[in-house]
């Protein structure tokens, strides 16, 4: 598999961070970061990641299908991810996420139609004391109106109208 | 940025750099006697290290709260095996957002606790474990640690010393589980997160079979203090057996939330009227979760006298966790939130052990029919018999974990169970709608089959 130069860079660094013989520490940071630049976990990367680490390809499927961030089908460009755990929950985090899917058309862990956008309902993301709180991509967005999140989306399909 | 006012009440120990221009940069970190600890260290035998911890009465601050001088003294650092140093930073506690605040504001300090644990365990290799949403932070650690190599604080053969310690970050990936110390090893080693079978402990045997000291963030941020301060000074700050300070994150229905540092021992009722403000909209306090969502949840009567530290909260039958309080007033739906909570552990539980597995699983099956109006009266002691049968058949604390809140809402708020028999469901208030139609497939235009 053809790595970009970004890539090929942060696997050499990723697989430095561990003892020469303990490079298997290395296959989730490097699905992680593979997966920022490819959109998902590829069967190629997976091939690319076991061959590197010194595992079978089955072995990283195996250790993938366990983690709720890497993901086998590509996300939208935009990945939303609205918290509806309890201090969320308690501040509106729900009537937030009522709002994302009757705006885009979509539920829990579907993207829109052109590729742009996808939704997640996803638990604790560590900012209760600034709930409610969503997440687009890596990017937290906190203390969140309904208002902020129509912006939010607004912006989202504006960028990619720029593009 | 999530950053709160700092408020008169505070003891500021280990966020006394919060909010300071630059926080995060080496050069405001050397300007507050940053890496003075370190250096003090360098000069002490390992032992009296562990003698100033044990006399610290730090107790572990990811939520276990067990005593971390005593967790230090279990590593044999005399194994002829390499000795590792990680760091719990899989903050994922439901209610809990303080480590975020101390690397992204204070991220040397980390840095030094864990070179004082690396010099005392004879360790050359730490490694800070960040939850895989926390990207941002995992940057701002990385150009922290680059500062450190560059200004000879992290190397080969550091002061002249002999001592040589590396640090380097790693990512999780999405899993509460492996905020658990032996699923985060098995994790960190590039496995699923499920647990291991203690004993042995990770001091023995950790990452890579090797006498591993893993300690939470908050943990680690404190070390430099307690060194600079001395241990016993650091436990008078706090009361007998909860020594110190603890960072509180105070959510839900207070006018102020938010982040902050008090001594244990401080009253939790000041903690909710002073520090977050008061309740929101002049409601009445209905119950606290006081450390995370695994705590039992505390009614009103309860935090009346009652005071923030280990002890205190063990007799009124609850923990102070990972300091993640969430407060919720007089009008909120415990049933909704019993039923919240079970959907987290649910979907987190790692399926390892049946009890948990299963256990979650039914339990969220029946609290979904009791806030959908087809719960009955057997429901309401199956929920109670159900999540007792959980306690203490797993071998990791997150099948406790899901059992104890749910006990403790059964038990201490039955009669709103009660209610949604004779009455059905509550009418709702504005911020606590029903549950996301595609769950229960009420909005038909919105397709519920998870594609991705």
């Known amino acids: 598999m053809q790595l970009s130069p970004q890539l090929e860079s942060k696997f050499q660094s990723l697989l430095s961070n561990y003892p020469e013989d303990k490079k298997r520490s290395a296959m989730i940071p490097m699905l992680m970061y593979g997966q920022d630049e490819l959109g998902s976990v590829t069967p190629e990367l997976i091939v690319e990641v076991a061959a590197r680490v010194g595992v079978q390809p089955l072995q990283v499927s195996e250790v993938m299908s366990y983690y709720s961030m890497l993901h086998p089908k590509p996300l939208g460009k935009f990945h939303v991810q609205i918290c509806t755990n309890v201090s969320c929950l308690l501040t509106g985090g729900e009537e937030l996420w009522d709002q994302a899917c009757h705006r885009l058309g979509i539920g829990h862990k579907q993207a829109t139609a052109d590729g742009l956008i996808s939704l997640e309902e996803v638990e604790c993301i560590g900012a209760c004391s600034w709930a409610p709180a969503i997440q687009i991509n890596y990017d937290f967005h906190h203390e969140v109106t309904s208002a902020r999140l129509e912006e939010l989306i607004d912006g989202l399909t504006q960028k990619s109208h720029a593009v | ?314 007799k009124v039958k609850s923990m102070l966790g990972s300091g993640g309080m969430i407060v919720l007033d007089e009008d909120t739906d415990m049933v909704r939130v019993a039923l919240r909570i079970m959907r987290f552990y649910q979907h987190e539980s790692c399926g390892w052990c049946i009890p948990c597995r299963e256990g979650t699983t039914w339990l969220k099956k029946l609290l979904t029919r009791f806030v959908g109006g087809a719960g009955t009266q057997s429901d309401i002691v199956m929920i109670g018999d159900l999540a007792k049968n959980m306690l203490g058949r797993t071998f990791c604390p997150l099948g406790d974990a899901a059992a104890l809140p749910t006990i403790s809402i059964i038990e201490k708020f039955r009669n709103e169970f009660e209610d949604y028999l004779t009455h059905g469901p509550k009418p709702r208030r504005q911020y606590l709608r029903d549950q996301a139609p595609v769950w229960q497939g009420q909005a038909a235009a919105i397709p519920v089959q998870p594609t991705l």
Request: net charge neutral; proline share 7%.
């Open chain 2, 1 to 314: 940025m999530p950053y709160n006012q700092p408020h008169p009440a505070e003891t500021r120990i280990i966020s006394k750099r919060f909010g300071l221009p630059n926080s995060a940069s080496l050069e405001t970190f050397l300007a507050t006697e940053g890496y003075a600890a370190i250096k003090k260290a360098l000069g002490m035998t390992p032992d009296a290290i562990i003698e100033e911890m044990k006399a610290s009465n730090l107790r572990g601050r990811g939520g276990a709260g067990f005593p971390t001088g005593l967790k230090w003294s279990f590593v044999p650092r005399t194994s002829p095996k390499p000795k590792y140093i990680i760091v719990n930073a899989d903050e994922s506690e439901p209610g809990t957002c303080k480590d975020r605040l101390l690397m992204e504001y204070d991220p040397h300090q980390l840095l030094e606790g864990m070179m004082i644990g690396g010099y005392t365990m004879g360790a050359t290799y730490g490694w800070i474990y960040i939850r895989g949403e926390y990207r941002y932070l995992i940057d701002i650690m990385d150009r922290a640690i680059a500062e450190a190599y560059a200004a000879g604080y992290l190397g080969d053969n550091l002061h002249g010393t002999g001592f040589s310690f590396h640090i380097r970050t790693h990512t999780g990936a999405g899993a509460y589980e492996c905020g658990e110390e032996s699923a985060l090893l098995e994790s960190f080693e590039g496995k699923r997160g499920i647990p291991r079978i203690r004993p042995p402990f990770p001091a023995v045997s950790g990452a890579y079979q090797a006498p591993t000291l893993l300690n939470n963030v908050e943990t680690f941020a404190t070390v430099p203090a307690i060194l600079l301060m001395g241990g016993a000074e650091y436990a008078a700050l706090g009361i007998p057996k909860s020594g110190g300070t603890k960072l509180l994150c105070i959510s839900g229905h207070v006018n102020k939330p938010g982040v902050y540092e008090v001594p244990l021992g401080f009253p939790m009722m000041r903690a909710i009227e002073e520090l977050g403000g008061g309740m929101r909209n002049g409601k009445k306090l209905k119950a606290v979760v006081p450390g995370g969502s695994s705590c039992p949840m505390l009614t009103a009567a309860e935090c009346d006298g009652l005071t923030l530290d280990y002890d205190a909260l063990a």
